[in-house]
């Protein structure tokens, strides 16, 4: 049987016709934020837009290196020591939703425009067509400081899943030699949910984050024969296992900043780390994947003489591969449905 080409031809021109009106190349090339695999952190380069993409540039001599950054790809990027960006590369970095930060060496400590030393501070693409619905459901109960505590409450039972889980069942760590006593972790999980179930306000639940964390350190250090440890204060210690944990909080700082930003959220209306604490959302948004990865990553990185480098592509890598920025989404959605919900019932 023949068939008249023509007609059908037609048809495939109607079709493309459409199709090419329907969607834009940047639809197509669009990830979701939650899906997107990089973070990067870039020192002694200059960032800029070449032949339509944001390229880094580095010197060799007289050469100079271009290095393509697939913003669409991308959640977080650090701009350490010795770096530069142009207008039109901080344009298309905001076009695509690029969490931008300004750094010292290594990461730390993070900096922003002409403000002096702060904790964190972002910078995020302007776009007025984020969703609504999360913020007008945070705004709900926030003003409640029982329902702001509930959200809180959430947020570290959350935050305990999966430490459990992660410490656990991580192959990776399995494979670094990282294996501590869990039956003595299940114990204190265990303890600090009922702490965390008890506690009568905000700065209940801060001492038993900071109790909690404390004991996960002597876990670590054991687990990893790294010897004695102290928690020193950002920035104040040589000590390899404190330089990685201040390295591999700021990365979890830039997810919870994009977490915040992709849904709606301003970083002031936190629920636990105090309601006029600048970045306060983004320190609890980063407290559900800080103890489960970065924690055990540095102790294992900082036993075996890790660089820099070397531990950042492993915190990388695993926040990629546990879809930390995913869970981080998930939380703050059920959070805010659950506790708006409580609002709506109470206020009847």
């Excluded at 049987?1 to 834009?24: H, I, K, N, R, W």
Aim: neutral net charge; glycine residues 8%; proline residues 3%.
């Amino acid at each position: 049987m023949e068939y008249d080409e023509a007609p059908l031809f037609g048809v495939f021109l109607l079709f493309q016709t459409y199709c090419m009106s329907a969607f834009s190349p940047s639809d197509l090339k669009s990830i979701l934020h939650s899906k997107r695999a990089n973070l990067y952190y870039l020192e002694h380069c200059r960032l800029l837009v070449k032949g339509g993409r944001v390229e880094y540039v580095t010197e060799r001599g007289k050469e100079s290196l271009y290095w393509n950054i697939p913003i669409a790809n991308t959640t977080t990027v650090l701009l350490g020591t010795g770096t530069s960006i142009t207008q039109a590369a901080v344009r298309e970095l905001a076009k695509a939703g690029v969490m931008l930060g300004f750094c010292g060496g290594g990461g730390t400590p993070l900096f922003a425009g002409t403000e002096s030393l702060i904790e964190v501070a972002w910078v995020p693409g302007q776009s007025e067509y984020r969703p609504t619905e999360y913020l007008q459901q945070w705004v709900r109960f926030w003003f409640d400081d029982e329902l702001r505590l509930t959200a809180a409450r959430m947020f570290q039972q959350a935050r305990l899943e999966r430490l459990a889980a992660h410490w656990a069942r991580s192959k990776s760590l399995k494979e670094q030699g990282f294996e501590p006593s869990l039956s003595e972790l299940n114990a204190l999980i265990l303890a600090s949910r009922e702490r965390i179930a008890s506690a009568p306000d905000v700065t209940a639940l801060l001492t038993e984050e900071g109790r909690l964390t404390k004991q996960l350190y002597r876990l670590a250090s054991l687990a990893t024969r790294y010897g004695d440890f102290t928690r020193a204060k950002r920035g104040e210690s040589l000590d390899a296992a404190n330089q990685f944990l201040d390295h591999g909080n700021y990365l979890a700082y830039g997810l919870g900043a994009t977490a915040a930003w992709v849904l709606g959220l301003p970083h002031s209306l936190a629920v636990l780390h105090g309601k006029t604490r600048r970045g306060g959302l983004v320190f609890d948004i980063a407290d559900l994947i800080k103890d489960a990865v970065i924690l055990p990553q540095a102790f294992v990185s900082a036993a075996k003489g890790h660089s820099e480098q070397e531990f950042r592509q492993a915190c990388i890598e695993t926040l990629t591969r546990t879809e930390a920025l995913d869970y981080m989404i998930d939380t703050i959605k059920l959070t805010a449905a659950s506790v708006s919900q409580m609002a709506q019932l109470s206020a009847k």
